[in-house]
């Protein structure tokens, strides 16, 4: 079966996988009480509008649901996590509320989760190091020790979670209401004071470590990890974390925020846990949507929003679709990125000027390619080979190549800034189907590869595919480097740059956070200031997706608040 399927393909994109596509209870009314536009896999606000007695309908206009949490058949008998291919960061209270377990979700957690391979002579005929980290923290303590012996004494990660932890209930809530405290009756003034909680008590868990956590949103990932070790293989792979998905480097201010906001993650009641969906990423879109369907949502795919309907008083009214159909709603709640909300759906003669021209201002810079790749057999790495094609515990992790020192990481970032893809790029390398058989033909693989760091544009000018094909070269040449035979056992590759992820999956700029993790995009200005609640300019618009406190993929949180925003709107 294995030689059948595995047949040569370079660029090409096979048929892709029409999963989860439609449902409903019916053809799609003309009347609902909420519409959700863009079925991405944070439809869960669709799931509880639904268990508040709101009817309501999501429509993606793809033919896969999911949004960016999609699998699709890229090559024959191989199915990827085309975008997201990690979970983590599910709220748990949405993972038990939707009882997703039920509906089909399953987990593969990963232990161990990072293994970084030196690019070295090994001594004595020994293989190169490697470093090797998981929840073991001995087996963790003998690794680093490897590289330094001071780094081993060291616990950054319990430092880390528990700032981690002094922060969650930022997450659950919408940020504080500044205009409802400054403005308005005194009655709602004192109504306003109650978004004062969860700050109140995230102030109250950080206690004397306040310091700590101011240091880490606002300072450089680099000056953090300076402060705790020497290693410079240690230090890299940590900063991995502290840039991944954003056009920064690890000696930016602001970059220790993203490093703590990815060990924020829980799964299965497993704290800072990563792991891979049975299936693929659309295994988790699935299990959602299966919870929504029992409740009554109607989930339609192929159905294009064009436009936001305004009524005569500037309320949202419903939508009209590409092909002409008009749906009237009470709410619509938009799971797009702010840009496509709020200047592509949205009348602009709807908005104020100063509103859309601060639209116009949030980043989306994005330094990402995903590079989808077939293979017929595991790489074997040089620092930790495994004859025979068997998996080995590093296989099943995110692999990071080109991480041996963050100098590394800081010359790829310079050259994306002036336009150019980095020549040595980041590569985190993940094996998805080492622990899911279901992903690939038997002794197949799927390999993902999230890259950095390229521009949307190359100095100016757009990307060719000659050009995609030539960095996805350039990744393939360095894994060679380190997994010898890697390129020969390639059977299919589908590169996405920036412009494509942005054209698939409607992420503006190519951002997989619908906007910069930067501080200056973040709770109470996220998407803008003063417009943090969820709610829009448009009376019964909501922007419910990523690109709303708290982003950055945090499932839940934001579909979540916006949905208890408009179904409270909707009583008052």
Sequence with gaps: MAAAVCHKSRGAVGRLTRACSTYSHGALKS???????????????????????????????RHVL??????????????????????????????????????????????????????????????????????????????????????ARVNFIIYLERLADSIQPLLDAPPVNLPGLTTGSLRKRFAATKTLLPAIKCGRFLGRHIPDFYNIVTAPALKILNQWFESEPHKATLATDAVIGAMTSPSNPGSGYVLLHHVMGELEDEKGAWGYVEGGMGGVSKAIANAAFSYGVDIFTEKEVEQVLIDPNGAAKGVVLKDGTEICSKVVLSNATPYVTYKNLTPQSALPPEFIKAVDQIDYTSPVTKINVAVDKLPNFLAAPTPDNKPGPHHQCSIHLNCESVEVLETAYREAMHGRPSSRPMLEMTIPSVLDPTLAPPGCHVVSLFTQYTPYYLEGREWTNQEKEAFADTAFDWIEQYAPGFKSSVVGRDVLTPPDLERIFGLTGGNIFHGSMSLDQLYLARPLPYLSDYRSPIKGLYLCGSGAHPGGGVMGSAGWNAALTAMGDLKS
């Design 66 to 151: 999911g949004g960016a949490a999609v699998s699709e058949e890229i090559f024959p008998g191989f199915h990827f996590s085309r975008c997201s291919y990690l979970l983590s960061l599910l709220r748990p209270h949405i993972y038990k509320d939707l009882e997703l377990k039920k509906h089909g979700l399953k987990v593969y957690i990963r232990d161990p989760h990072a293994f970084t391979p030196m690019l070295e002579e090994g001594v004595q005929g020994a293989p190169p190091r490697s470093l090797t980290l998981g929840s073991n923290l001995t087996e963790n303590q003998k690794e680093i020790a490897k590289f330094s012996q001071k780094d």
């Design 31 to 61: 009347q609902y009480d909420a519409l959700v536009i863009g079925g991405g896999k944070l439809h869960i606000y669709a799931a509880y509008l639904q268990k508040g007695g709101v009817k309501t309908a999501v429509l993606e206009r």
